[in-house]
C-alpha cells in the first residue's frame, strides 16, 4: 500500500504559480512512476503530467507543457508539480497518483495508476 496526501493547492489570479506536492508513506517510493492528474467541475478526470522512478523522464499533457514541472524526491518521497502562467481554465481539483515502474504508466490512463491521493484545490481566477 501507498498513502499520498497532496498539498499546496488554493486560490490565484490568472498568471501567478503555485507549487503542488505530494508525500508518500508505505512502500518503497522509488518502486513507482508518479503523475498528476485533475478533474475540473462536470469534467473528466484528466492526466497533466507523470515522471518515471528517478525522476529523468517526464510527460505532460499539451495544454500545460512549457508552464508546468513535474519533479520528484526520492529521499523525501515527494513529488511536485510546479504550475506557472497559470490560466482559469486550470481549475480543478488536482491528484497525485503511483504507478507500478512496469505499467505503461506514461500512456496518462489512470487506470494504471493504483494508488491515489485525496486531491487539493486549485482555483484560478481571470
Known amino acids: 500500500q501507498v498513502q499520498l496526501v497532496e498539498s499546496g493547492g488554493g486560490l490565484v489570479q490568472a498568471g501567478a504559480s503555485l507549487r503542488l506536492s505530494c508525500a508518500a508513506s508505505?512502500?518503497?517510493?522509488?518502486?513507482?512512476?508518479m503523475g498528476w492528474f485533475r478533474q475540473a467541475p462536470g469534467k473528466e478526470r484528466e492526466f497533466v503530467a507523470a515522471?518515471?522512478?528517478?525522476?529523468?523522464?517526464?510527460y505532460y499533457t499539451d495544454s500545460v507543457k512549457g508552464r508546468f514541472t513535474i519533479s520528484r524526491d526520492n529521499a523525501e518521497n515527494t513529488v511536485f508539480l510546479q504550475m506557472n502562467s497559470l490560466k482559469p481554465e486550470d481549475t480543478a481539483i488536482y491528484y497525485c497518483?503511483?504507478?507500478?515502474?512496469?505499467?505503461?504508466?506514461?500512456?496518462?490512463?489512470?487506470?494504471?495508476?493504483?494508488?491515489w491521493g485525496q486531491g487539493t484545490q486549485v482555483t484560478v481566477s481571470s
Open positions: 497518483a503511483a504507478a507500478e515502474s512496469d505499467t505503461t504508466w506514461w500512456r496518462g490512463h489512470s487506470w494504471n495508476y493504483a494508488y
Open positions: 508505505g512502500r518503497t517510493f522509488s518502486d513507482y512512476a
Open positions: 515522471v518515471n522512478w528517478s525522476g529523468s523522464i517526464t
